[in-house]
C-alpha cells in the first residue's frame, strides 16, 4: 500500500512539472518572426499583436517617435493606426527590451514597412543608439529632414530620449 502512494504522488508530481513547463512554453513572448493582427496601438511606435491568442507587445526597432505630449505624437499615433491597427502584420523579431516588450520591424500585407514609413513621413526619428548601421533608416530621415517633413518642419525638434531625460529629472 506504501508503494501505491509513493507512485501515485510520483506520477502526480511529474504531471504537475509536465503542466507546468507546457503552459510556460505556451505563455513564453516569441523569439522568433511571426504573423498576427494588429489589436492595438499605444503610441507611435509601440503596438499590440495578438499572437496565438494572447496579445504581444511590440516595440519598434531602429525608430523613436515623439512622446506624448511632444509636437507630433499624435499624428505619429494615428500614422501607425491607419498602417495597421485591425490588420494583419508580420513581425521580424530582433530583441527583447528592459520591459519584456518584443523588439522588431514591423511588416503590412502589402509590404511596406511601418518603422521605415514612419520616419520617412517624419514622424519618428532613427534611433541611432540602436540601429547604428541602418542605412536604409539613415537615408530615410536625411531625406524626411531636407524635405522637412513631419516634426523637421519645426526649427529644433527635441528627440524623444532628451524630452524623456529633462521629463525625469522635474
Known amino acids: 500500500m506504501r508503494r501505491s502512494k509513493v507512485t501515485s504522488l510520483g506520477l ?8 507546468a513547463s507546457i503552459h510556460h512554453a505556451w505563455n513564453e513572448p516569441p523569439a522568433a518572426d511571426f504573423t498576427g493582427r494588429c489589436v492595438a496601438i ?5 503596438i499590440t499583436v495578438m499572437y496565438h491568442g494572447r ?4 516595440r519598434l526597432h531602429g525608430i523613436d517617435c515623439p512622446e506624448k505630449k511632444q509636437p507630433f505624437s499624435d499624428a505619429a499615433r494615428k500614422f501607425t493606426g491607419e498602417m495597421v491597427f485591425n490588420k494583419v502584420v508580420t513581425v521580424e523579431f530582433r530583441d527583447r527590451d528592459r520591459y519584456g516588450r518584443t523588439v522588431g520591424w514591423v511588416t503590412t500585407s502589402d509590404g511596406r514597412v511601418l518603422n ?5 513621413a517624419g514622424l519618428a526619428w532613427w534611433y541611432r ?4 548601421d541602418d ?6 530621415e536625411s531625406a524626411a529632414r531636407q524635405a522637412r517633413k513631419g516634426l523637421w518642419a519645426d526649427k529644433d525638434p527635441i528627440p524623444p530620449w532628451r524630452f524623456r531625460r529633462t ?3 522635474s
Open 12 to 19: 502526480l508530481l511529474l504531471v504537475a512539472v509536465l503542466a
Open 42 to 46: 499605444a503610441d507611435g511606435d509601440t
Open 55 to 58: 496579445e504581444e507587445r511590440i
Open 116 to 120: 521605415l514609413e514612419l520616419v520617412k
Open 129 to 132: 543608439e540602436y540601429a547604428p
Open 135 to 140: 542605412e536604409r533608416l539613415a537615408e530615410a
Open 167 to 169: 521629463k525625469t529629472r
